[in-house]
């Protein structure tokens, strides 16, 4: 039974430059939520998709976007990227919002120069 | 929303208990109590979750006394590969705030000596 999927787990961007991120949910999972780490830091609660649709949203800009897909799989995409973009963006997946508790990915480490 | 107070970091050897306690002063009646640990460059990992008294389960237990403004995760017999950093959260039954979201902290940084 596979875990949450990230990819890639590294990636290097520059400046201005675009990004997207993917994860596959956890096997039965349905929801799919995204969160960005900073070093040393918890992570922050970016937005989370159900049923293909944004849910809920925490306080990122509107560079910040994303999208589900019928499969439940999920990207992230960064648009602008700043230097303070520099993080690691982690997918958690659950079932039906969140039922039974979150299932977190390994991560995407993004390092903007 | 509850907020909760952990300290920044602790320190421990090998083989002893550790205990970290997380304050939230303003949890709500119907809010459970979820730890997660996070090794470095991996996502948090659901440890255990409670709503009063005592919850036990094969890696740690959480105390909570009865007017549940505070919290305490046990780590019986810790080994280097216990160093992580512990979060506590306080939401609905999920963990999550009543938005659905995960709220952290910065958590608390576990450090095992040898």
């Known amino acids: 039974d596979a875990g949450v999927t990230q990819s890639p787990t590294h990636l290097i961007k520059t400046r201005g430059q675009q990004v997207t991120l993917r994860c596959s949910p956890k096997?039965?999972?349905?929801?799919v939520s995204w969160y960005q780490q900073a070093l040393g830091q918890g992570p922050q609660f970016i937005f989370q998709?159900?049923?293909?649709?944004?849910?809920q949203r925490g306080n990122f800009p509107d560079r910040f976007s994303g999208h589900q897909f019928p499969n439940y799989s999920s990207e992230l995409n960064v648009n602008a990227l700043l230097l303070g973009d520099s993080a690691l963006y982690l997918c958690?997946?659950?079932?039906?919002?969140?039922?039974?508790?979150?299932?977190f990915g390994s991560g995407t480490r993004l390092t903007v120069v | 929303l509850a907020k909760t107070t952990q300290p920044i970091s602790m320190d421990s050897y090998e083989g002893q208990e550790v205990n970290i306690t997380c304050s939230h002063n303003?949890?709500?009646?119907?809010?459970?109590i979820t730890w997660y640990q996070q090794f470095p460059s991996q996502g948090p990992r659901f440890i255990i979750q409670?709503?009063?008294t005592k919850v036990t389960n094969e890696v740690a237990s959480l105390f909570i006394p009865a007017d549940r403004k505070s919290s305490t995760l046990s780590l019986p017999r810790v080994s280097l590969s216990d160093t992580a950093v512990y979060y506590c959260?306080?939401?609905?039954?999920?963990?999550?705030?009543?938005?659905?979201?995960?709220?952290f902290g910065q958590g608390t940084t576990l450090q095992v000596k040898p």
């Open positions: 096997s039965g999972h349905d929801t």
């Open positions: 958690a997946s659950s079932l039906n919002r969140g039922l039974g508790g979150y299932t």
């Open positions: 409670g709503y009063k």
């Open positions: 959260l306080v939401g609905v039954g999920d963990g999550s705030s009543n938005t659905g979201k995960l709220i």
């Open positions: 303003n949890i709500a009646t119907n809010d459970y």
């Open positions: 998709y159900y049923e293909e649709e944004e849910r």
